[in-house]
């Protein structure tokens, strides 16, 4: 599956920005998603993930409750709305794939097979 990220952008702190990523090819459905985020000089970091169906979502606790993961299997999109966005949010995002995982959330680079390229957000104060 081929992933295409978008929707980056300049916002103020508070500000809010929603980030898609398209797939490519009949099987979007049989994955599950995630977004990691890369900021300069620092390893990629687990955002969100959402299963299969769209129906559970996992979320790092520094986007908790701010951050929000959904997908349209139809659309073969998963999206990524992010509020009260800050500073420290600014990186760049990245969406995954992966086609299996067990029974704990795969939140680690290693968990995923397929990989879109970024999308720059960058929070002003």
């Known amino acids: 599956v081929q992933l295409q990220a978008s929707g980056g952008g300049l916002v103020q702190a508070g500000g809010s920005l929603r980030l898609s990523c398209t797939a490519s090819?009949?099987?979007?459905?049989?994955?599950?998603m995630a977004w990691f985020r890369q900021a300069p000089g620092k390893e990629r970091e687990f955002v969100a993930a959402i299963n299969r169906s769209g129906g559970s979502t996992y979320y790092a606790d520094s986007v908790k409750g701010r951050f929000t993961i959904s997908r349209d299997n139809a659309k073969k999109t998963v999206y990524l709305r992010m509020n009260s966005l800050k500073p420290e949010d600014t990186a760049v995002y990245s969406c995954?794939?992966?086609?299996?995982?067990?029974?704990?959330?795969?939140?680690?680079?290693?968990?995923?097979?397929?990989w879109g390229q970024g999308t720059q957000v960058t929070v002003s104060s």
């Open positions: 090819g009949r099987t979007f459905g049989s994955y599950a």
């Open positions: 995954a794939a992966t086609a299996g995982y067990g029974s704990s959330w795969p939140t680690t680079v290693y968990d995923y097979d397929y």
